[in-house]
C-alpha cells in the first residue's frame, strides 16, 4: 500500500496454522497435538505502524502463564534474541524492565512501563528505546481446563530506512512470542 506520507508502507495479514501441545496434567500418555489458526496480522497502513495480534489455546491455567510473561528476568534463558533482561522496579500492579535484544546484527535496549493485572493480563507501554512507538499486551483467559493466551502488540521503529531490517525482523520475533511461551510452559510445567 502506498500512502503520500509513507510511499514504502505495506500490509499483511493471514492466517497461520500452528501445533500446540494440547493434554491432560500428569497424563501418563504423550502430549496430543491439536492444529488450529491463529491470526496474524502485520498492518503498517495507519504511519507505519505493524500490529501483531495472536493467540493460542494452551494446557495451562490462566496464573501459570501469566507467572511466565511476568518473569522478564528469565526471558534470556528461552528467548534467543533477548540478550538480557532487568526489572528495574515491580510490585503487584506495576512493572518497569528492560530488555536488551539481537535483531538483525542490531543490539538493541528498550525499556516499558508494565501495568499488571495479577492472573489476567500484562500491559506495555514504551518508556524508552529503539521505537517511536510500542505498545499493546498479554491477555489470559480461562477456557475450560487450559487457557486462551493472546498477544496484542503495536510499533514503530525510529530512525527511518537504517532501521527498517531491524523492524521487519522484530516484527517476525514478536509473531512468535505466543509459541516461544507455549514452548516454555510444556517445559516448566510437564517436568
Keep these: 500500500m502506498r500512502t503520500a506520507s509513507w510511499p514504502r508502507c505495506w500490509s499483511y495479514s493471514g492466517e497461520r496454522r500452528m501445533i500446540t501441545w494440547i493434554h491432560a496434567h500428569h497424563s501418563a500418555t504423550p502430549p ?19 500490529e501483531v495480534h495472536r493467540s493460542a489455546l494452551v494446557p ?39 530488555l536488551e535484544i ?32 510500542l505498545g499493546g499486551g498479554w491477555k489470559f483467559a480461562a477456557v475450560g481446563d487450559g487457557c486462551r493466551v493472546s498477544l496484542d502488540l503495536h510499533f514503530r521503529v525510529s530512525g527511518g ?6 523492524q521487519r525482523n ?12 507455549t514452548r516454555r510452559a510444556y517445559r516448566v510445567y510437564e517436568r
Excluded at 108 to 118: C, E, I, K, M, W
Excluded at 161 to 166: M, S, T, V
Design 32 to 50: 496430543t497435538v491439536k492444529l488450529h489458526t491463529s491470526h496474524f496480522t502485520l498492518n503498517t497502513s495507519h504511519a507505519c505502524m505493524p
Design 170 to 181: 522484530f516484527s517476525r520475533m514478536a509473531d512468535r512470542m505466543v509459541d516461544d511461551f
Design 161 to 166: 530506512l537504517l532501521l527498517r531490517p531491524f
Design 102 to 133: 539481537q535483531v538483525a546484527g542490531l543490539v538493541r535496549r528498550f525499556t516499558t512501563r508494565n501495568t499488571l493485572v495479577p492472573d489476567e493480563e500484562l500491559l506495555m507501554e514504551l518508556d524508552r528505546g529503539p521505537f517511536d512507538d
Design 60 to 98: 495451562y491455567a490462566p496464573a501459570q502463564m501469566y507467572a511466565l510473561v511476568r518473569d522478564v528476568e528469565r526471558y534470556p534463558h528461552f528467548l534467543a534474541w533477548v540478550k538480557s533482561a532487568e526489572v528495574h522496579r515491580e510490585d503487584e500492579r506495576y512493572q518497569l524492565a528492560t
